[in-house]
């Protein structure tokens, strides 16, 4: 959900790690990719709309575990500034299998698996996640900030 008066969209994501790959999405027409999930729509809990996202998106049941971290994160967007907050967390997709080719229900997004020790070449963005998903796993409860749009905390 984005909130219009302030422009900054909150956004669930999951860290769904198997047999040393990490499940990953992105639009059909874009070469950059990012971890799975959506927006946290009013009156959700963060791991609730995580869940729903996986639902809606790949038909599949999953849980979402442990909060990771946090990403606030700016860019430029069609010329103009655009901000997130993603809220990171474990994410259990049981009958995901890296071993198959995970289908999605959507038209505009495809899901895929990566190697996980690779991530840095899989083109993720917000691009810290790569460096702070190794930390986050090993240590859940990190934070950053990525982007030149953010005001305050130089």
């Not at 959507?106 to 998903?133: M, N």
């Given at each position: 959900?984005?909130?219009?008066?302030?422009?900054?969209?909150?956004?669930?994501?999951?860290?769904?790690?198997?047999a040393g790959q990490i499940l990953l999405c992105k639009s059909r027409t874009?070469?950059?990719?990012?971890?799975?999930?959506?927006?946290?729509?009013?009156?959700?809990?963060?791991?609730?709309?995580?869940?729903?996202?996986?639902?809606?998106?790949?038909?599949?049941?999953?849980?979402?575990?442990?909060?990771?971290?946090?990403?606030?994160?700016?860019?430029?967007?069609?010329?103009?500034?655009?901000?997130?907050?993603?809220?990171?967390?474990?994410?259990?997709?049981?009958?995901?299998?890296?071993?198959?080719?995970?289908?999605?229900?959507?038209?505009?997004?495809?899901?895929?698996?990566?190697?996980?020790?690779?991530?840095?070449?899989?083109?993720?963005?917000?691009?810290?996640?790569?460096?702070?998903?190794?930390?986050?796993?090993?240590?859940?409860?990190?934070?950053?900030?990525?982007?030149?749009?953010?005001?305050?905390?130089?």
């Open positions: 959900m984005m909130d219009e008066e302030t422009g900054v969209e909150v956004l669930a994501r999951g860290v769904c790690v198997k874009a070469t950059i990719c990012y971890l799975p999930g959506g927006h946290v729509e009013f009156r959700e809990t963060a791991r609730y709309a995580l869940e729903r996202e996986i639902r809606e998106e790949m038909g599949l049941s999953s849980r979402a575990g442990a909060f990771l971290g946090c990403c606030e994160h700016s860019f430029i967007q069609k010329g103009r500034p655009h901000a997130e907050i993603n809220l990171v967390f474990g994410l259990d997709v049981p009958d995901a299998d890296p071993a198959q080719v995970p289908v999605s229900r959507e038209d505009w997004i495809e899901f895929f698996w990566w190697p996980i020790g690779r991530l840095r070449e899989a083109h993720l963005e917000p691009a810290p996640f790569c460096e702070a998903l190794e930390t986050w796993l090993r240590q859940p409860g990190g934070h950053f900030v990525s982007g030149k749009e953010w005001i305050g905390d130089d």
